[in-house]
């Protein structure tokens, strides 16, 4: 994903976070505020992103380990990458 991207969806999680119900930020009034809040938020999702691509990374190549590799984009490729990346996940993040 873009940093583009990344920023507006980091402005939009501000935003709606700022607006939810019972949720209170103190000072969000002030810009600077405002702008570490952004600033965070962007940090975690650019984190989630790099997660997301490490883990597609090591499921790929799980899967194009085995003897008799699926074909990507087959049914079998689809069903075997989502199962192995669950188990990725829950271990990475051990869950």
């Known amino acids: 994903m873009s940093r583009e991207r990344l920023f507006g969806l980091a402005d939009r999680v501000v935003a709606d976070l700022a607006q939810t119900e019972g949720v209170v930020i103190r000072g969000f009034a002030d810009d600077k505020v405002r702008g ?3 600033t965070e938020v962007f940090r975690v999702l650019e984190e989630e992103g790099r997660l997301e691509e490490t883990v597609d990374q090591e499921v790929r190549k799980t899967l194009a380990s085995y003897s008799r590799p699926a074909p990507e984009g087959s049914a079998e490729w689809d069903v075997l990458y ?3 990346r669950e188990e990725v996940f829950k271990r990475r993040l051990r869950l």
Do not use: M, N
């Open 82 to 84: 989502r199962k192995t």
């Open 36 to 38: 570490h809040l952004r």
